[in-house]
Each structure stands twice: as C-alpha cells, then as structure tokens.
C-alpha cells in the first residue's frame, strides 16, 4: 500500500495523454515539442540526469503552469517544479 501522503504511480497512459498534451499545446511550436522530446531521450538514454532533466523542462515550460503541473506527475513529491 502507498505511504501517506504519496501519489499514485504514473501510468504508460498518462504517459501518453502528457504527451498528447504537449503537442497539442504547441502545435503552432512544434520546435518546442521537438525540444521536449530531445529532452526525455536524453534522460532515457542517460546523457542526461534526472536533476538536469528536471531543469531543462522547467527551462522549455517557463510560463505555462499547465505543462510544468503536468510533468510533475511523472516526479516523486519533493522533486516536484514549483
């Protein structure tokens, strides 16, 4: 069972949906998308770190709350962008 306090574990669906959300919410800036997904492979391929990851979508979402509050999501509690 989850700890108090914790939130449920994102799914390969929402996942998705973000992903989804994303797009849509830059479709006239598809460079910014393409620069989101830059982004996640370099985490996903380790030539980046969760710390530097962290940063650098803060740095892209900068200015819209809808998309940092989405990717928080997929963060543990503390690690969460403000």
Known sequence: MA???SKPKA???DAHAYLRSVKDKFHNDLDKYDKFLAI???F?????DRADC????????E???????????FL???LEIS
């Open 11 to 13: 799914t390969i669906d």
């Open 76 to 78: 543990p509690e503390w």
């Open 54 to 61: 962290i940063i650098e979508v803060r740095e892209l979402f």
């Open 40 to 42: 996640m492979n370099n």
């Open 44 to 48: 996903k391929t380790r030539r980046i």
């Open 63 to 73: 200015g819209h709350q809808d998309m940092i509050s989405g990717f928080n999501k």
């Open 3 to 5: 700890g108090e306090g």
